[in-house]
């Protein structure tokens, strides 16, 4: 078994959908993807794109995929690599290859200066935060997230008060 771990093409954009929908149905959250292959493409792969992506390869066959950004830490005084998110497909759970993409990931983080590696997981997704916590990742309990989205995010930005 082969794993091959590589940039996202243009010509990923449905594939990576179908992944992110994939991964939303398992979430409990279809619902929610509103994304089309056209705004893949175009916040992915246009000029001034700060997302990248990664496809995952077994055997030749894309297996998974996952999309990270830069961040920055100002208490580190350095950027930090985001992911939003990781993928694998049922099948090919256990075989290693989110392991080889988190590990990707890592090497990347270092070879850019980053300070930090991060990324958020469901607090019922039981299975991943086992794998998280076996490849040395803590969770940030202190910390609790925050998000304005879709009509609240558009009211606040409008408001003057």
């Not at 961040?71 to 080889?100: F, M």
């Not at 607090?123 to 998280?132: L, Q, T």
Request: with cysteine.
């Amino acid at each position: 078994m082969t794993i091959r771990i590589r940039p996202a093409l243009a010509a990923d954009a449905a594939l990576i959908l179908r992944f992110i929908t994939e991964l939303a149905v398992y979430e409990k959250a279809e619902h929610e993807v509103v994304a089309t292959v056209h705004d893949i493409e175009t916040s992915l792969f246009s000029a001034d794109a700060t997302a990248k992506a990664l496809i995952c390869e077994m055997n030749g066959e894309p297996v998974g995929f996952s999309v990270y950004f830069f961040s920055y830490s100002t208490w580190l005084g350095k950027p930090g690599l985001y992911l939003e998110d990781l993928y694998v497909s049922p099948a090919s759970r256990g075989s290693g290859a989110g392991k080889q993409m988190l590990r990707h990931l890592a090497r990347l983080a270092c070879e850019t200066g980053c300070g930090r590696f991060e990324w958020s997981v469901l607090d019922w997704n039981a299975p991943a935060i086992g794998f998280y916590e076996a490849i040395g990742a803590s969770a940030q309990s202190e910390w609790v997230r925050y998000r304005l989205a879709g009509e609240a995010l558009t009211a606040f930005a409008a408001s003057t008060d």
